[in-house]
């Protein structure tokens, strides 16, 4: 954390060692046990084969390897409708995540609430959650090729699952759209076109743990947004070349309206104020490094800018134009098959629409973009055929200078959200999936305008589930 404005070290740090020590030994045994049954029922049963999806229907830039889980289950049904392939996959999740001090969100976790006493806060506030919201439909389509586009493939994806804030009760979640796009492909000249919702171009990865929010706000840049892309691939050997530009929606993650809260009326969107597109672009190399050929090592590099308006002056210095820069770097290294690094680290400023900054992407009381860094890193290790394990680590690091400094839990700046974590993986075969993540998460506070100290809030989060896909 820097602290360009003198301020001191906070009062609490990591947890005491002891329960950290307790916690970890009980995790452990935990994945001791179930990766022994797990052994003890695979030596009954022969191995699942793993499938891949279809070629025509994978967008030229893959989706993230955490989100792709579901797609391991075997047999998937494909149905003939008119002209084009139908390919229905998925699969059915239930969590239980118990938190031992109160998140900003029990169900959206993004940081740890401030735990100081001038805030009213309690120390080690817990809380417990059960949810279906993981559970997940997709629907492919892959149309027959068009010989008047010269040989173009079209291909689609709709994909929804129930992770929506927009519901009252746990009881009554309702659908989300993750992606819903159209592409075509051509296949000889390995470039393709898409339009529709699909990840923004920045950052590829995900780490293991935390499937509810990937660690966003917490290290891990990169949302789902509208857009139109450019992508053009190529394959030579066992080495790769990939470039994409896409062009999104500014705010279709964040919903930045500066001017819309009283007693400014303006009720527009910033992004969508300014008339201009985000633009994101990014290229990569690739290479085998096995030559059983499953773990590509990959090296990208990749750019972010966007622009927003108001109608009103914002802020003493009176801004109307803002404006929102990013560069990032993102690596796999397999160091061997069965153990491989992933990384992701950025820069720049006014990054809440791409998950950086702690959700903070302009100071509306001085009118001016806060910059952030970032990143994670994250070792996962398979230690036998149906069992891996991931340790890793996450930090979203503003500028202190740069966030408000406000005196409540809602207007209070946030100057640093890292996380340490352990995530386990069972495969139980067949498309089933049992999971057990641990998380220490620690979250710290600006000064007030008066000085008075704002604090940190730490917390750990355990989540449990099992998923059954198809």
Same mark, same amino acid.
């Given at each position: 954390?820097?602290?360009?404005?003198?301020?001191?070290?906070?009062?609490?740090?990591?947890?005491?060692?002891?329960?950290?020590?307790?916690?970890?030994?009980?995790?452990?045994?935990?994945?001791?046990?179930?990766?022994?049954?797990?052994?003890?029922?695979?030596?009954?049963?022969?191995?699942?084969?793993?499938?891949?999806?279809?070629?025509?229907?994978?967008?030229?830039?893959?989706?993230?390897?955490?989100?792709?889980?579901?797609?391991?289950?075997?047999?998937?049904?494909?149905?003939?409708?008119?002209?084009?392939?139908?390919?229905?996959?998925?699969?059915?999740?239930?969590?239980?995540?118990? /938190? /031992?001090?109160?998140?900003?969100?029990?169900?959206?976790?993004?940081?740890?609430?401030?735990?100081?006493?001038?805030?009213?806060?309690?120390?080690?506030?817990?809380?417990?959650?059960?949810?279906?919201?993981?559970?997940?439909?997709?629907?492919?389509?892959?149309?027959?090729?068009?010989?008047?586009?010269?040989?173009?493939?079209?291909?689609?994806?709709?994909?929804?699952?129930?992770?929506?804030?927009?519901?009252?009760?746990?009881?009554?979640?309702?659908?989300?759209?993750?992606?819903?796009?159209?592409?075509?492909?051509?296949?000889?000249?390995?470039?393709?076109?898409?339009?529709?919702?699909?990840?923004?171009?920045?950052?590829?990865?995900?780490?293991?743990?935390?499937?509810?929010?990937?660690?966003?706000?917490?290290?891990?840049?990169?949302?789902?947004?509208?857009?139109?892309?450019?992508?053009?691939?190529?394959?030579? !050997?066992?080495?790769?070349?990939?470039?994409?530009?896409?062009?999104?929606?500014?705010?279709?993650?964040?919903?930045?309206?500066?001017? !819309?809260?009283?007693?400014?009326?303006?009720?527009?969107?910033?992004?969508?104020?300014?008339?201009?597109?985000? #633009?994101?672009?990014?290229?990569?190399?690739?290479?085998?490094?096995?030559?059983?050929?499953?773990?590509?090592?990959?090296?990208?590099?990749?750019?972010?800018?966007?622009?927003?308006?108001?109608?009103?002056?914002?802020?003493?210095?009176?801004?109307?134009?803002?404006?929102?820069?990013?560069?990032?770097?993102?690596?796999?290294?397999?160091?061997?098959?069965?153990?491989?690094?992933?990384?992701?680290?950025?820069?720049?400023?006014?990054?809440?629409?791409?998950?950086?900054?702690?959700?903070?992407?302009?100071?509306?009381?001085?009118?001016?973009?806060?910059?952030?860094?970032?990143?994670?890193?994250?070792?996962?290790?398979?230690?036998?055929?149906?069992?891996?394990?991931?340790?890793?680590?996450?930090?979203?690091?503003?500028?202190?200078?740069? #966030?408000?400094?406000?005196?409540?839990?809602?207007?209070?700046?946030?100057?640093?959200?890292?996380?340490?974590?352990?995530?386990?993986?069972? /495969?139980?075969?067949?498309?089933?999936?049992?999971?057990?993540?641990?998380?220490?998460?620690?979250?710290?506070?600006?000064?007030?305008?008066?000085?008075?100290?704002?604090?940190?809030?730490?917390?750990?989060?355990?989540?449990?589930?099992?998923?059954?896909?198809?």
């Amino acid at each position: 954390m820097r602290t360009r404005s003198g301020i001191g070290s906070p009062s609490r740090g990591i947890p005491d060692p002891a329960a950290v020590n307790g916690l970890m030994n009980a995790f452990g045994s935990a994945a001791l046990v179930l990766a022994l049954a797990a052994a003890a029922a695979a030596q009954d049963a022969p191995p699942p084969k793993p499938q891949e999806p279809p070629v025509a229907f994978r967008p030229v830039e893959e989706a993230k390897p955490a989100e792709t889980a579901g797609e391991k289950a075997p047999g998937p049904a494909v149905l003939v409708v008119g002209p084009a392939k139908v390919t229905l996959y998925g699969f059915l999740r239930g969590d239980v995540e118990y /938190d /031992d001090s109160r998140m900003d969100n029990a169900v959206f976790p993004q940081w740890v609430l401030t735990e100081a006493r001038s805030t009213g806060a309690r120390l080690n506030d817990e809380d417990l959650i059960f949810h279906p919201r993981l559970s997940r439909l997709g629907v492919k389509v892959e149309g027959k090729p068009l010989t008047d586009l010269f040989g173009a493939i079209p291909t689609g994806l709709l994909e929804i699952d129930f992770y929506n804030a927009n519901v009252s009760t746990e009881s009554r979640a309702v659908p989300r759209i993750r992606h819903a796009f159209a592409q075509i492909e051509w296949p000889d000249f390995e470039t393709s076109v898409l339009f529709g919702q699909f990840w923004q171009n920045l950052s590829p990865l995900f780490p293991l743990v935390n499937s509810d929010l990937v660690m966003w706000n917490a290290g891990n840049a990169g949302d789902r947004a509208p857009q139109a892309r450019l992508t053009w691939k190529t394959l030579r !050997g066992s080495f790769g070349v990939s470039t994409a530009v896409a062009w999104l929606l500014t705010g279709a993650v964040d919903q930045k309206n500066l001017d !819309g809260v009283a007693p400014l009326t303006d009720s527009q969107p910033d992004g969508q104020a300014s008339g201009r597109p985000s #633009v994101e672009g990014r290229v990569a190399v690739s290479w085998m490094p096995w030559p059983d050929k499953k773990k590509a090592a990959e090296l990208g590099v990749a750019y972010h800018e966007g622009w927003e308006r108001t109608r009103f002056p914002i802020g003493t210095r009176g801004e109307r134009h803002f404006r929102s820069e990013a560069v990032a770097v993102d690596l796999v290294v397999p160091f061997t098959p069965g153990i491989f690094l992933r990384a992701e680290a950025w820069a720049g400023r006014n990054l809440s629409d791409i998950r950086g900054g702690i959700g903070q992407g302009v100071n509306a009381t001085t009118g001016r973009e806060i910059t952030a860094r970032g990143g994670w890193a994250e070792l996962e290790v398979r230690t036998f055929s149906f069992h891996r394990i991931g340790l890793g680590a996450t930090v979203d690091d503003p500028e202190n200078d740069e #966030v408000p400094t406000g005196a409540t839990q809602a207007t209070a700046g946030r100057t640093l959200n890292r996380t340490a974590y352990v995530a386990n993986r069972l /495969d139980l075969g067949k498309g089933v999936e049992f999971g057990a993540d641990w998380i220490w998460w620690n979250t710290r506070y600006h000064r007030t305008a008066a000085g008075a100290r704002m604090g940190q809030g730490t917390a750990n989060r355990v989540d449990v589930y099992l998923m059954v896909g198809f």
